[in-house]
């Protein structure tokens, strides 16, 4: 069974940074499209980052130049490095791995907090 465990998540202060982490197990996180999407409350479940298995990023307009998406093959783990955290990147954010155009896998998800 496919497994994603977010981790990182937690309180920032405006302008500041945080790492999240999805370690994947029985999925090569390299030979697929992994991201991470967000979800505020009363909002929709939205796309932050991806990266595709041949290197191919793509990034919501909210978080481009803020955030990198990128992978450690070895760890077999996806990163989001959050720079220049707004209040408004508040949000559950969730690992995604892509394994067929219809096969989705999720994580649990983790709570990242931007204070002002």
């Known amino acids: 069974q496919v497994q994603l465990v977010e981790t990182g998540g937690g309180l920032a202060q405006a302008g500041g940074s945080l790492r999240l982490s999805c370690a994947a197990s029985r999925i090569t996180v390299s030979s697929n499209t992994m991201g991470w999407y967000r979800q505020a409350p009363g909002k929709q479940r939205e796309l932050v980052a991806f990266?595709?298995?041949?290197?191919?990023?793509n990034y919501a307009d909210s978080v481009m130049g803020r955030f990198t998406i990128s992978r450690d093959s070895a760890k077999n783990t996806v990163y989001l490095q959050m720079n220049s955290l707004k209040p408004e990147d508040t949000a559950v954010y969730y690992c995604?791995?892509?394994?067929?155009?219809?096969?989705?896998?999720w994580g649990q998800g983790t709570q990242v907090t931007v204070s002002s």
């Open positions: 990266l595709t298995s041949s290197g191919r990023t």
């Open positions: 995604n791995a892509k394994t067929t155009p219809t096969v989705n896998y």
